[in-house]
């Protein structure tokens, strides 16, 4: 079986873990996490299939890059991944803005936030 790789992309060190460990139990699926969006830029050569990205990054580490600007740097490298967008935001105008911007999916981190990302990775997949 030829596993998806899935970059989660997250400053929130428990949040990112925690969704990890939710995807990881899938074999099909090979889950790699950054912390930085700049780390994840610095290993798009490992050619993700998915990356699942924070819109704000930088709450812990104030200046890193926001998952906005990391999403323009991804459509600017040869790769073209699939982004899925994360955010606790519910504005519509902030999801909006991300799907004009390349994100495929934009999904709120709420206590559906697992299930809405199973339900886009089978469709994906």
């Given at each position: 079986?030829?596993?998806?790789?899935?970059?989660?992309?997250?400053?929130?060190?428990?949040?990112a873990?925690?969704?990890?460990?939710?995807?990881?139990?899938?074999?099909?699926?090979?889950?790699?996490?950054?912390n930085t969006g700049e780390s994840c830029i610095t290993?798009?050569?490992e050619d993700p299939d998915l990356i699942i990205l924070d819109y704000y990054l930088n709450d812990v580490f104030k200046d890193a890059a926001n998952g906005?600007?990391?999403?323009?740097?991804?459509?600017?490298?040869?790769?073209?991944?699939?982004?899925?967008?994360?955010?606790s935001q519910e504005r519509y105008?902030?999801?909006?803005?991300?799907?004009?911007?390349?994100?495929?999916?934009?999904?709120i981190k709420n206590d559906q936030a697992f299930d809405n990302i199973d339900k886009i990775l089978k469709d994906l997949f």
């Open positions: 079986m030829n596993q998806k790789l899935i970059f989660v992309v997250d400053d929130n060190v428990m949040f873990e925690m969704l990890s460990d939710h995807l990881g139990k899938n074999p099909a699926y090979l889950v790699k996490v950054f290993n798009l050569y906005l600007e990391i999403l323009e740097e991804i459509r600017k490298e040869k790769r073209n991944p699939k982004v899925i967008m994360l955010s105008t902030v999801a909006a803005q991300t799907i004009s911007r390349g994100a495929i999916q934009y999904v």
